[in-house]
C-alpha cells in the first residue's frame, strides 16, 4: 500500500529556543532544531509511522531542498521531488518566554518548465500508488487552480485524493468541475470559504450546502472538540477525550495522514474518522509537530465515539 504526498512549498523549519529575545540587538543561540517541514512532509512521517509506505512529491532545489530530501529518506520515505532553481525555503520559529515569534519566507517561484517538469512526474507516480493527500499553500508561479488539474489527473486514473489547503486554492478546488475525494479545511478555513462564522451550531447547514456536493468527504476538524463530517450524504460527529496536550502544531495534518490510510485499507467511514482523530490526538501528545507514537494508540481509539447526526 503505497500513498503520495504532495508538498509544493516545503521548508526547512528552524525553531530557536531563547530565554529573551533582544530586538535590535545581537542573540545567541545554543538551543535550537532544524527539520524538515511543511504539511505534506508532516502527513508523510505520520503516514509512514502508520505502517504505509510513502513517495513524497514536490518542489526542491538543490541545496535546502538536498537537505530536505535526504532527512526524508533517512526515515525511510522515498522522495520524487522536480528539482527547481529558485530557492526552497527556510521558515523560523523564535520560542522566547512562553511565547512563538515566527518569520515565514515567501519561497520560490517555481518557473514554467518547473511546472510541467512536475505534471509529468506526478502523472508517472500515479500508477505507482493507491491514494494521494496534497497539502499546504502554493508557491508563487502555479495559478490558483493547481491543485484541481492535480485532482483531475488523478481522477483520470481513479485514485482517491485527499486535501488540506485553505484560502484561493480551496476555493478554486471546490468550485472546479472535477473534485476532490476528501478535504480536511478546520472550522476557521471553513469559516473562510464560506464567508461567514461557522460553529457547532451551524456547521451542519454548512455541510449540505451545494458548493460541496460531489465531494464524497468533507471533514471539518474541531481541535480538542473532535471533528463533524459529511461522508457520502450522511453526517457524522466524532468526540475525543480530553488529552494533556503538549503541542497541537500539525494534528490536522496527522488527521489527513489517519484518513488516507484508513481509506487505502478499506477501514469503515467510522474508523477512518477514527483514525483521523486518534493520529491528531497524538500528534498533539507529542513536543515533534508531524510525529506519533503508536504506543498510545489503541487506549485513545477505544475512547473515540463516533455518532449519525
Ligand atoms: P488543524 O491542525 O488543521 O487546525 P485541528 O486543530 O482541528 O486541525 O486538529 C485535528 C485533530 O487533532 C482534531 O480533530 C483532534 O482529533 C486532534 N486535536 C487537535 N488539537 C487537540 C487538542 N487540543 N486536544 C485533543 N485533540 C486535539
Not at 84 to 107: P, S, V
Not at 145 to 156: E, I, P, W
Not at 244 to 264: E, K, R
Request: glycine share 10%; aromatic share 4%.
Amino acid at each position: 500500500m503505497t500513498i503520495l504526498t504532495v508538498t509544493l512549498n516545503p521548508a526547512i523549519d528552524i525553531a530557536y529556543q531563547l530565554d529573551h529575545l533582544a530586538l535590535g540587538s545581537m542573540n545567541r543561540v545554543s538551543k535550537l532544531s532544524k527539520t524538515a517541514g511543511g504539511k505534506g512532509l508532516n502527513v508523510s512521517r505520520v503516514l509512514d509511522e502508520l505502517g504505509a509506505d510513502v513517495i513524497a512529491t514536490g518542489f526542491a532545489d538543490r541545496r535546502l531542498g538536498t537537505e530536505l530530501i535526504r532527512e526524508l529518506e533517512g526515515g525511510g520515505i522515498s522522495c520524487r521531488f522536480t528539482r527547481i532553481i529558485g530557492r526552497t525555503r527556510n521558515c523560523i520559529a523564535i520560542l522566547h518566554a512562553g511565547m512563538q515569534t515566527e518569520i515565514l519566507e515567501k519561497g520560490p517561484t517555481i518557473l514554467k518548465e518547473e511546472k510541467e517538469a512536475f505534471l509529468q512526474a506526478f502523472e508517472k507516480s500515479l500508477g505507482d500508488v493507491e491514494a494521494i493527500t496534497m497539502s499546504g499553500s502554493l508557491p508563487a508561479g502555479l495559478d490558483p487552480d493547481f491543485y484541481s488539474q492535480l485532482v483531475k489527473l488523478a481522477s483520470q486514473r481513479n485514485k482517491p485524493v485527499l486535501v488540506d489547503i485553505s484560502g484561493l486554492a480551496l476555493e478554486a478546488l471546490v468550485n472546479a468541475e472535477i473534485k476532490p475525494t476528501l478535504i480536511k479545511p478546520n472550522i476557521e478555513e471553513f469559516s473562510m470559504l464560506l464567508g461567514l462564522e461557522i460553529g457547532l451550531e451551524n456547521v451542519k447547514e454548512a455541510l449540505n450546502e451545494p458548493l460541496f456536493d460531489g465531494i464524497d468527504w468533507i471533514v471539518i476538524s474541531l481541535g480538542k472538540a473532535g471533528t463533524i463530517a459529511r461522508v457520502k450524504g450522511e453526517l457524522y460527529r466524532v468526540r475525543i477525550p480530553e488529552i494533556a496536550v503538549i503541542n497541537p502544531v500539525g494534528s490536522g495534518d496527522a488527521s489527513v495522514a489517519g484518513l488516507a490510510f484508513g481509506m487505502t485499507i478499506g477501514a469503515s467511514i467510522e474508523d477512518c474518522l477514527k483514525l483521523a482523530n486518534v493520529c491528531g490526538m497524538l500528534n498533539a501528545q507529542e513536543a515533534q509537530t508531524g510525529h506519533i507514537n503508536m504506543e498510545h494508540f489503541p487506549e485513545l481509539f477505544e475512547q473515540i465515539k463516533v455518532e449519525k447526526i
